[in-house]
């Protein structure tokens, strides 16, 4: 049995790793099969990520965290979570591949996931012009013209992204008032290949085997109008991913989980949430990394509480690593 | 890395289109996250049949006529030929086990 297991290898997931190994708390990290390093490793260039005034590359920062995590004893298990049992004093991960593991604490930093438009077409068309990955799909739209529907940070870093590919890229916000920062807000407005169409939703996505327009509505007099793109950009924001809690943790209404106060405590002693799965305002790769910290923090705090027999458990060794399910 | 051949523009006709075998197709690039995350795990795949499968990798940057025939706008995509044609076809990184129910029909 281990001190701690942390599931989640984004900045929040990798700086609880940090923490609690060098807290000497040997802890496990799962990071996931396929998204392991988090939403980051989608992006390009970070150039907020303080340390680095030059900037670094998202995939790069990510290569990092995990450096140090593993430097300090860190062990990464590249799989899935399928289930949880957070409840009573020993906590019970089991995984994709079926191994089973326990800890006396768990730290759950799985980060958000992103939100769909909800359309019909919106899923048959996937992966044929309709795209959540500018890094990853942009390639394919060289001169062409595609939209991208969002008014926020990753709505403008997509849009700018896409001009390097895109002849022409159309950003589509329902409102008139992007939520995006001012930096990134300005250089999307001042780039001649971008175009924003205000006060529009996106209604239809056209196309039988490839994307070939967008049907909008005007949020202001419901009037429909279409667009010929051939590639439409989904980027309206994320939603904590918390399946994996539902029916144990408490959420909050607007989808995060629910902690004491500034702490990481979740309503189950012993089980801490940590970065964008439980932040509904800032979503910063700082401020997750900052609420990593504090979760390990936590974590560590917590298991001076509990009594020596219980702890001793987690420590004594030879254990073994792994039950099987 | 990959031990899966590189087949390019060039020889695809001949690796994948006239091979007797069945041939999937991983379609990626360097700059794609998710195409290296899901790298390993066709790899293990294919080595887990490899009495039925062949593995074996276009990269878009260099073959950029293959990826448009194939009308590729979202990578990792990969394509699973029999006899020149495609019988499969899986777009986006998934863990092992979602992949495997993806291509199960050929794997048996």
Request: with cysteine; glycine share 8%; aromatic share 6%.
């Amino acid at each position: 049995m281990r001190q701690t297991i942390i599931i989640g290898s984004g900045p929040a997931g990798y700086t609880a790793a940090i923490y609690a190994a060098r807290a000497n708390l040997n802890p496990l990290l799962i990071a996931s099969s396929v998204e392991a390093g988090g939403e980051l490793m989608k992006t390009t260039e970070v150039e907020n990520y303080p340390g680095f005034p030059e900037g670094i590359q998202g995939p790069d920062l990510m290569a990092a965290f995990q450096a140090q995590a593993e430097r300090f004893g860190t062990e990464i298990v590249l799989d899935d979570v399928t289930s949880l049992e957070l409840r009573g004093d020993v906590k019970r991960v089991t995984l994709g591949n079926g191994d089973v593991h326990e800890a006396l604490t768990v730290i759950f930093a799985t980060g958000s996931a992103y939100r769909k438009l909800g359309l019909e077409d919106e899923e048959r068309l996937s992966g044929h012009g309709v795209s959540w990955c500018a890094t990853c799909d942009g390639f394919f739209f060289r001169k062409k013209n595609i939209a991208v529907v969002g008014g926020g940070d990753s709505a403008m870093e997509e849009a700018t992204f896409l001009t390097k590919f895109a002849d022409k890229v159309y950003v589509i916000h329902r409102s008139h008032t992007l939520r995006a920062s001012k930096t990134m807000q300005d250089r999307a407005l001042e780039n001649p290949k971008i175009e924003f169409i205000f006060n529009k939703t996106v209604e239809h996505i056209y196309g039988d085997g490839a994307v070939t327009g967008l049907g909008l509505v005007d949020t202001t007099d419901g009037s429909e109008t279409t667009l010929d793109v051939s590639g439409l950009f989904v980027a309206i924001g994320a939603d904590p991913r918390t399946h994996l809690v539902h029916g144990q943790l408490d959420i909050n209404p607007d989808g995060t989980i629910a902690v004491e106060g500034r702490s990481s405590r979740t309503n189950i002693p012993g089980v801490f949430a940590a970065g964008d799965v439980l932040d509904p305002t800032y979503r910063q790769a700082v401020t997750a990394a900052g609420s990593g910290t504090v979760a390990a923090l936590d974590a560590e705090h917590y298991l001076a509480s509990i009594p020596k027999e219980l702890l001793a458990r987690a420590t004594a060794l030879p254990e073994p690593e792994t039950v099987s399910a | 890395m990959s031990t899966a051949k590189d087949v390019t523009d060039a020889s695809f006709q001949a690796d994948v289109l006239d091979s007797d075998k069945l041939v999937l197709v991983d379609f990626w690039a360097e700059w794609c996250g998710p195409c290296r995350a899901v790298s390993p795990i066709l790899d293990q795949i294919a080595a887990e049949h490899a009495d039925k499968i062949q593995l074996v990798k276009v990269n878009v940057d260099d073959n950029m006529e293959i990826a448009a025939k194939y009308q590729i706008t979202s990578i990792p995509a990969m394509k699973l030929f029999k006899g020149g044609e495609v019988v499969k076809s899986v777009i986006g990184a998934k863990p092992k086990p979602a992949l495997e129910a993806d291509f199960a029909e050929w794997l048996k």
